[in-house]
């Protein structure tokens, strides 16, 4: 008999994503992204991270500094940007991103550019920002969709 209780494509992919974060060396905000094709299958994943060959421990993790080279924000890239360079397939045209956190404007421009047509978030607690308000823009008017993950309560626990 076919078993019931296993859980969506959303959930995987989303789970993904949040698993995915789990690698950030950030300490205040861990994102994870997991793009996938039209046929369910992972074509790419990242987290939000220094760029490779930046030694994490030399880089600056801070929220705020003396100046911005002080802080984390002109050096770290972001989860979807990784998951769009990291990309094992030449196109996403059509692709849709789950990620942990509402994409940033530049990373919805990303998005666009790569062709990947439907984000779907976990949380957006940057919502009342410029950034997010001109990513729901640009994607209203670019013909990305967008939706909110719905979390459905179940608990998956891994041992590693």
Known sequence: MKRTDYISWD???????????????DSSTQVGACIVNGENKIVSVGYNGMPTGCLDDEMPWEREGETSLDTKYPFVCHAELNAI????????????VYVTLFPCNECAKAIIQSGIKRVVYYDNKYADTESVRASCLLFEKCGVDFDRYEPSGKDIILSL
Do not use: D, H, P, W
């Open 11 to 25: 959930e995987y992919f989303m789970g993904i994503a949040m698993l995915s974060a789990q690698r950030s060396k």
């Open 85 to 96: 360079l990291n990309s094992n397939i030449g196109n996403l045209s059509g692709c849709t």
